[in-house]
């Protein structure tokens, strides 16, 4: 059975489990010295269409948290989202990463940023009291599964440049933005303002894994001592960077991504027209969000599918992956039918 619990439920795409066992071979320097970190890092400066520094972790929350920690100091704040991961599903390791930055969130429709709610922020207060921002972090594709322009990404990171502020994308689900988009991931990345990106492989793939990639290079001077003293520094880093050939070298990471994304929409093709039931967001990237009625809700529970109503403000979401059958959405469809009568 296939949930739609999350994205993260899936298993190894096979492009990514071919290149992890191509790079199981023999020995191999250790700590990023060996020769599939460094190919996966240019291919990325390729991709970006920019030279880059590259660094790769374990995990999503270590991404977020060493590279917010690594653009500001303890006594400043980072503005994101008041739905944002870093500050609602991260148990508090930004803050604890920086040594106590303040995250401060800011309201914004469908999951986003708005420049009239950041210049708030912003402006709101310059006495010593208050946690001067210094970091803007927006998420590519958002929490609720909407998309940011390249325009809106632009605004926003005009706006906060001019006011001294680094700009750091929270990317677990880049490769649904990319394949949403249809645009080269520089023109809505550093072309667009962003210094620094977390590009998520977990969910696109990968065994495990996610790239820090800096597009400002001053920013990642000290960044590989940040990860070692956390904990971040895989000794057989090859593993942790060689899947990523498999996924950028014939452009799996995208096909599978635009697969997620299309399973999403056939999804919410189908709960069009289903009683009671209403989409809370646009889908344009490979999440649904729904109002569901509390006996569909316990219904699909007790038929065995798991889904969190955690996420976002309010109802359920259903996450689609890089594996997800068409057969396991049509299932669900039925099932809320059954349950809707
Ligand atoms: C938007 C977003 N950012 C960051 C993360 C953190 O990833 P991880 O669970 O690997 O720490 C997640 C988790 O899936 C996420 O959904
Ligand atoms: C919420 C959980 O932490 C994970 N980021 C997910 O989106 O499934």
Redesign the pocket.
Known sequence: MQHFA?D?YAGICPEALAALQAANAGHAPAYGEDEWTQRVSDRLRALFETDCDVYFVF???AA?SLALASLCQSYQSVICHEIA?VDT?ECGAPEFFSNGAKLLPARGANGKLTVDAVTELITRRNDIHYPRPRVLTL?QAT?VGTVYRPDEIAALAELAHRYGLHVHM?G??FANATASLGLAPAEFTWRAGVDVLCFGG??MGLPVGEAVVFFDRKLSEDFAWRCKQAGQLASKMRFLSAPWLGMLEDGAWLRHAAHANAMAQRLAAGLHGISGIRLLFEVQANGVFCSLPEPVMSGLRERGWRFYTFIGTDGARFMCGWDTLPESVDALLADIRTLAR
Do not use: C, F, L, V
Request: hydrophobic share 5%.
């Open positions: 999350s993260n995990n999503g929350t977020n991961h599903d998420t929490e929270d677990a689900r977990t969910k």
